[in-house]
Structure formats: structure tokens, C-alpha cells
């Protein structure tokens, strides 16, 4: 090849790698911040401390009605909270802790996917940029 041959073959080389290396660059994963997650984590945690607060004013209000209101319909009201409200409440606690840990795991799996799609970003661009 003539010099001029050559020249120009190293230019286009030049030019396609550092295209190629620039773009993959400082490759930054998927590309996606996972903080909308993290908001929604935090949300649920938020709901969790507010059914905790109506469980424990619930069991209280038990207690009150037992000790100071006499009749049939305070032991219905107390029937009625300890064996339809609690356990209703019992049952939305498991289901925010459910939901809490399904996000936590898919905020664990898309942060590890992003670190493995950036690492075989940086990879790439090593290889281009040896190559190059």
C-alpha cells in the first residue's frame, strides 16, 4: 500500500475508533436512574409506619372501650375490631411488606444489571481503544 494508501487507512481507522471509543467512553450502565424506585421504596415504608399507627391506635381503642364502656355494644365494637380490624390490618402489613421487598429485589437486580452493563461497556472500550 503507498503511503498515501496507508495514511488514509490510518486516518479512517483513527477516526472510526475514536468514534467508537468516545461513545463507549465512560459507558454508564443502562443509562437509567434508579431513584424513582428508591422514591417508591421509600413511600411504601412511609404507608407501613402509618398502618402500624392504626394498629396500635386500634388495639388501644380496645382497651379504652373494655375498661370504661359497659353494654353490648361495647363488646361488639371491641369484637369487631379484634377480630375484623386487626387482622384486616394484619393482612395489609404482610402485603406492604411483600410489595417493600419485591421492590427492594428489583432495585437490587436493575442496579446489578446496570454494574454489568457498564463493565461490559468499559470492556468494549478497552478492547476498541487497544485495537485503535
Not at 369487631?80 to 402489613?93: G, H, K, R
Amino acid at each position: 500500500m503507498s503511503d498515501f494508501g496507508s495514511e488514509i487507512g490510518s486516518a479512517i481507522g483513527g477516526a472510526v475508533g475514536g468514534a467508537i471509543g468516545g461513545a463507549m467512553s465512560g459507558f454508564n450502565g443502562l443509562l437509567c436512574d434508579p431513584s424513582g424506585m428508591e422514591e417508591a421504596a421509600s413511600r411504601v415504608t412511609q404507608q407501613a409506619n402509618v398502618v402500624s399507627q392504626v394498629k396500635d391506635m386500634a388495639e388501644k381503642t380496645v382497651s379504652v372501650v373494655t375498661g370504661g364502656w359497659v353494654g353490648g355494644d361495647a363488646d361488639a365494637y371491641a369484637m369487631a375490631i379484634m377480630t375484623q380490624l386487626l387482622p384486616a390490618v394484619a393482612l395489609l402489613e404482610a402485603a406492604i411488606a411483600d410489595f417493600s421487598g419485591t421492590i427492594g429485589n428489583s432495585l437490587d437486580l436493575f442496579k446489578g444489571a446496570d454494574s454489568s452493563v457498564g463493565k461490559e461497556g468499559d470492556a468494549l472500550s478497552s478492547l476498541f481503544s487497544s485495537i485503535i
